[in-house]
């Protein structure tokens, strides 16, 4: 059994923080889990384009508003505590968080991450051995 609380992992290695969100990592690959689960912030006023070409992600926010953009239709869905939404064809995607307000949101990868990814220049993170 694995337990975990955020302040576990609060100013340790598996947060991590760049310019438009801080990513607090709960579980990765080493848990063993097929999965990994990050608490994240995504930073007020942040415009976030990704393309996950080798992770799916299942995205349940719990805090904030903002707002998902489909590249390759352009349709927009806003997003508010108590949406979810899920990368299941490794969308183009454009996720922005309202001005002033942060949004806070559960992260589920598969496969999962190893703990201190970041996006690289297309938005997405090296798939992992």
Request: charged fraction near 20%; charge should be negative.
């Amino acid at each position: 059994m694995i337990i975990k609380k955020l302040d576990d992992v609060l100013g340790t290695s598996a947060e991590v923080d760049t310019t438009g969100w801080t990513s607090r990592r709960l579980i990765f690959k080493d848990a063993g889990m097929g999965y990994s689960v990050n608490d994240t912030i995504i930073k007020p006023g942040a415009r976030l384009d990704m393309t996950y070409r080798h992770h799916l992600e299942t995205v349940y926010c719990i805090e904030g508003r903002g707002q998902i953009t489909d590249m390759a239709t352009g349709q927009t869905h806003q997003i508010a505590a108590g949406t979810l939404y899920a990368l299941n064809a490794h969308d183009h995607h454009v996720l922005e968080a309202n001005q002033g307000v942060a949004m806070r949101m559960v992260c589920v990868f598969n496969p999962p991450l190893t703990g201190a990814e970041v996006h690289d220049a297309t938005g997405a993170y090296a798939l992992e051995p």
